[in-house]
């Protein structure tokens, strides 16, 4: 079976429709890693699609904050600009959505997990080795998917050693990575709506669990229109600015 994985949507329609465009035909299934809300601007937008789209999502720390599950303290002034409007724009039935998202890990068709941060604290960014290496002890599948850091690629574990997955460089929409037996990984598609892996481009994955295949791909979208949609909505100028380095 073929899974579109997605995560850190960010109210961003321009970079959820490019991503939809670019996967057409690729998948069976769609799966969401958290973080459909915050930063961008068409959060409406992003719940409908993936409450009428997703097989299996999970909430991110933008999704329980603008949900009220947790406090806005510990967001920092522009994340808490955003979470603000955000929180103005939904009606009733969005913020129930969002207050209903599971929290992480979750077991999708039996053949993968996906959680946001880390599998022992859905909050955990996980950026090194150290932290990925925690992780894996806390798998109960071989294959994971995760987001929270917006960067793509990830790690694996094969006889107790470690090693980096990769993305696309510049100039190239794909990696393929073929999953070798005995060896675990934690795979992080990218951020569909907010980069920051210096690289602009809508990030996502595609995993197939008959042929052992995960392509991590990358897809233009148009920044500018959602950059004029920041600003036309009166959030923080910054919030637009960073899609242009992807960071």
Request: net charge negative.
């Amino acid at each position: 079976m073929r899974f579109l994985i997605l995560s850190d949507i960010h109210s961003n329609s321009e970079g959820l429709d490019a991503v939809l465009t670019d996967a057409a035909g690729r998948y069976d299934a769609a799966v969401c890693c958290g973080d459909v809300v915050g930063y961008n601007p068409d959060p409406v937008h992003a719940i409908e699609w993936c409450r009428n789209n997703c097989q299996s999502i999970i909430r991110g720390n933008h999704d329980k904050v603008v949900a009220g599950i947790e406090d806005l303290d510990w967001f920092n002034p522009v994340a808490q600009a955003s979470a603000r409007w955000t929180m103005k724009q939904l009606a009733d039935d969005h913020m129930n959505y969002l207050r209903e998202l599971p929290k992480g890990p979750l077991t999708v068709s039996d053949a993968f997990q996906i959680f946001h941060g880390a599998p022992f604290d859905e909050d955990e960014y996980v950026l090194t080795p150290d932290t990925a290496e925690e992780c894996f002890s806390h798998l109960e599948s071989s294959v994971a998917f995760f987001g929270h850091t917006h960067v793509q690629g990830g790690f694996f574990q094969k006889h107790r050693r470690l090693g980096g997955v990769g993305r696309p460089g510049p100039g190239n929409s794909e990696l393929v990575l073929e999953l070798e037996t005995n060896t675990m990984y934690i795979i992080n598609p990218g951020s569909v709506g907010q980069p920051r892996d210096r690289d602009p481009r809508a990030a996502y994955a595609i995993y197939d669990s008959d042929e052992h295949l995960v392509r991590l791909r990358r897809v233009e979208y148009d920044v500018a229109k959602t950059a004029e949609k920041i600003n036309a909505a009166g959030l923080p100028d910054a919030l637009g600015l960073r899609l242009f380095d992807g960071q």
